[in-house]
């Protein structure tokens, strides 16, 4: 395994450039891609394995003489051919459901519903296919594909499954792409970007898809299902906007903006759409990053266009992520940079919230985590519809990937929890609409299980293997919008003398500290590194993030660099961020302690002061506003924090 | 889905009851989905066992696989990410050790010497545990790009990010992966 080969990492060098909003790779970087290069190359299988494995599979193919009907527990994928027996027993079956649906009908209707009665209704069968179901007014239903690319609405009522598309379309490759299955508000109509066979509309209540184009797009509904406003990848400046029942032909060009558009959402009243919009923008400043975000509102009938904001946005994190609306439509709320814009135009506000406020703020920026290393990087978290209550899913163990779930009523005080339980691994969790039930789900793609789970008694019930689950109803139909209202500026509740603090102990089970009352603290684990996280502070054992947007300063930029390198790289980063002059900084020493001073970088009045705890122990800072004021209660913190290896 | 009968022939050998395509695809990707749960197991032994998984299963879904739709690469790493999430899960429950040099020394010849496979395994080991701390995202871009052989449009494609996205989470990942490894060498030193 020798990395010295000059060729391959000029290749490696190459492959990396500013075009890309990356740094070159420097000289260890390029060795270690060739050192993984050449252990890639090393690693063979044993000849005798590749032999033996191609026998096996030959008598695996021979005792495939016909191979029965695709089963998944609890939820059946329609079989080849219907024989009279499937029919008594779908026959059956539909008798009782309709039994069922008439008893509730009559009866008070019970929260929650016995588990073992909807698992009756959903027993396999074995019929062609599933005949179209009534579905009762406000039921929410799964949007689920099967292996074959077949599209199913299954009611989670009645576990009726309704199937939308045949042949089957959907590619399995969609997550983490900019394209979402997007259902329209009036529930008619699902646009669904596929991976490389375009984009469809399926209608919710029979299977007849209708291709709209070629590429995945990324669509918006206007709040009226009429018109769909969508962007596509071969032309992401460009807004289009599309009458449902036409073709995309018809679609007309009403804006074009400066940058590629990574987010699209219609206003709940219709009169704007709010675009996210990633920019080409150099600072002039060595090494600067090129990439700016902007937020900009189109009016959807004459195609004005109005910046509200612009961030210069360096390493802000793998991807942009999507633009969140307010309930009442007041403000776009971008997580990463804890921005809220006001669609008045009165100007950016930082989205700090104060612990009483903020509980639900922290639930949402918890998503924003999810690509950070280790546990942390697992919290999956959503509000139930009516904001009263709050599950969480995090991993609990990093070899097994196992979750647990905890839902906590937010709505009292103080908060009541409902329930624990672990679960085999997930990546989505998802409230219905009625509130009732909690959906696990994995990405849409990756075949696994989905798991419906009652929101009061936390009793599981797994309604399938082996599918892809695109989302709930209710999940599709958001617009993106968010349940969560404005929350206030956080001001600290007054420190006070240090004697009086709050020892909190083991938390996160290995970190101890003291606390002013009232400070919200954390604990978590970074991978291998601990956290400490005050409701406007993180302290971070790798290296630091900081960043400053307005006046009061807050923002955050996923930014780590080595300790010894920490001042000058801290400098660009701020550069970057506040523009203008080479901020100028002082080394401090506080109480033994190292810091940096950034004199021209200010948070409201103060300059912004980062902090070294140790050699060891570096800190990462999320929000950081009025520093200087809290400099003193910060360190005390640091000093009172112990750590169990 | 209706699979059509295959007929039994007592006499042919078994492989060519196997569809020429799928044979193809076995042929041409064995070493890299090996080397792709190598990279995420860190052990030969179980690398090989999720690699007959993975065409177990892939044999079981040919039928439905659609040529349209991608590379039958990428098809197949799907199944070999389904497959590793399996394993994860029971890692737990089943944990075998890394290769010995004993075992190494069963595998036939032709192939890198029991002592090379063995220090080569290690070093996988190192890498793997190493991967394990990296966030999912930047793991698996490198797991796909440098050890299943992937080009970063392809990895792209697998994990439905776009290519850009997939250049940082690897650029990143190997950053990460360099302190990770770094920080491992001064524990084990």
Not at chain 1, 27 to 46: G, R, T, W
Not at chain 1, 439 to 452: M, T, Y
Not at chain 2, 97 to 108: G, K, N, V, Y
């Amino acid at each position: 395994m020798n990395p010295e080969n000059a060729g391959q990492k000029a290749n490696w060098k190459s492959r990396f450039s500013r075009a890309d909003s990356l740094p070159p790779l420097d000289e260890a970087d390029q060795n270690l891609a060739c050192e993984l290069d050449a252990l890639a190359q090393a690693a063979h299988p044993s000849q005798e394995f590749v032999s033996q494995l191609k026998r096996d599979l030959g008598q695996q193919a021979v005792r495939r003489v016909a191979r029965p009907a695709l089963r998944f527990p609890g939820l059946h994928w329609p079989g080849p051919a219907a024989n009279l027996r499937a029919r008594l027993i779908l026959g059956a079956q539909l008798a009782g459901m309709a039994a069922l649906l008439i008893l509730l009908s009559l009866s008070p209707r019970l929260l929650p519903q016995e588990p073992v009665q909807r698992q009756q209704v959903i027993q396999p069968t074995q019929q062609e296919n599933t005949p179209a179901a009534i579905f009762p007014a406000g039921s929410d239903f799964l949007i689920l594909a099967g292996p074959d690319g077949q599209v199913y609405r299954m009611d989670l009522e009645t576990g009726q499954r309704t199937n939308l598309s045949d042949p089957g379309l959907y590619g399995p490759v969609e997550a983490g792409s900019r394209s979402h299955p997007n259902l329209s508000p009036d529930r008619q109509t699902l646009a669904l970007p596929t991976h490389d066979q375009g984009t469809w509309l399926l209608s919710m209540e029979e299977s007849q898809p209708r291709k709209i184009a070629n590429g995945g797009l990324q669509t918006t509904w206007s709040p009226d299902s009429r018109q769909l406003a969508f962007i596509s990848a071969e032309n992401p400046q460009a807004v289009f906007l599309l009458d449902r029942d036409q073709d995309a032909g018809s679609a007309s060009e009403i804006a074009r903006l400066d940058g590629k558009i990574f987010s699209l959402v219609w206003s709940p009243a219709g009169e704007w759409i709010a675009a996210g919009i990633a920019g080409e923008e150099e600072t002039g400043a060595p090494n600067s990053q090129p990439l700016s975000l902007a937020v900009a509102l189109i009016d959807p009938i004459s195609g004005e266009t109005r910046v509200m904001a612009q961030f210069p946005n360096p390493y802000l994190s793998e991807d942009p992520f999507d633009l969140i609306l307010t309930a009442d439509g007041k403000e776009i709320w971008y997580l990463p940079l804890m921005a809220a814009i006001p669609v008045d135009g009165s100007g950016l506000r930082p989205l700090a919230a104060n612990p009483a406020a903020g509980k639900n703020v922290g639930i949402q920026l918890s998503q924003t985590f999810e690509n950070l290393p280790g546990p942390a990087s697992d919290i999956y978290s959503t509000a139930s519809p009516d904001g009263a209550s709050t599950a969480t899913g995090y991993k609990t163990s990093l070899e097994t990937g196992e979750m647990e779930v905890v839902a906590v009523q937010t709505a009292s005080d103080p908060a009541q929890h409902l329930w624990s339980r672990r679960f085999p691994p997930f990546k989505r969790l998802m409230w219905t609409e009625e509130g009732r039930s909690l959906i696990l789900a994995n990405s849409q793609d990756i075949l696994g299980e989905v798991w419906r789970v009652d929101a009061v008694s936390g009793e599981p019930e797994r309604l399938g293997d082996q599918i892809y689950v695109l989302g709930t109803g209710w999940a599709l139909d958001m617009n993106r919008q968010s349940v969560i209202q404005p929350a206030e500026l956080a001001h600290y509740p007054e420190p006070g003398p240090s004697e009086n603090w709050t020892r909190h102990e083991k938390i996160g089970t290995w970190l101890t500290l003291s606390a002013p009352q009232g400070w919200h603290v954390a604990g978590s684990k970074h991978a291998d590194l601990p956290m400490v996280e005050l409701m406007n502070v993180e302290f971070l054992g790798t290296g630091m993030e900081a960043a400053s947007l307005g006046e009061d300063g807050l923002a955050a930029s996923f930014y780590r660099v080595p300790l010894d390198s920490m001042a000058p790289e801290l400098r660009e980063a701020l550069h970057r961020i506040v523009g203008g002059t080479d901020p100028q900084w002082e080394p401090l020493e506080i109480n033994g302690m190292k810091a940096y001073r950034f004199i021209d970088v200010k948070l409201g009045s103060d300059p912004v002061t980062i902090f070294l705890p140790t050699e060891k122990y570096l800190i990462e800072i999320m929000k950081y506003p009025a520093v200087s004021e809290y400099d003193g209660v910060f360190m005390q913190i640091l000093d009172s924090l112990e750590i169990e290896p | 889905m209706i699979v059509e009968p295959v007929i039994i022939s007592q006499v042919e050998p078994a492989r060519d009851c196997l569809p020429p395509a799928f044979v193809d695809l076995y042929d041409q990707s064995v070493e890299q989905i090996y080397r792709y749960h190598l990279s995420r197991t860190g052990d030969a032994l179980d690398a090989q066992d999720l690699t007959a998984d993975t065409f177990r299963a892939a044999l079981e879904w040919f039928s439905s696989y659609r040529p349209e739709r991608g590379r039958p690469l990428a098809w197949l790493i799907g199944i070999a990410r389904h497959k590793q999430i399996d394993y994860l899960r029971g890692l737990s429950r089943h944990k075998s050790s890394p290769l010995t040099l004993e075992q190494a020394e069963q595998h036939p010849s032709g192939w890198p010497s029991p002592e090379d496979q063995a220090i080569q395994h290690m070093q996988v080991a190192q890498v793997a545990r190493a991967l394990r701390g990296l966030s999912q995202d930047r793991a698996e871009a490198i797991s796909l790009h440098f050890f299943a052989g992937l080009s970063l449009g392809e990895v792209g494609k697998v994990m439905g990010k776009r290519e850009e996205a997939i250049k940082k989470l690897v650029h990143r990942g190997l950053k990460d992966l360099k302190h990770r490894l770094a920080g491992r060498a001064e524990e084990e030193a």
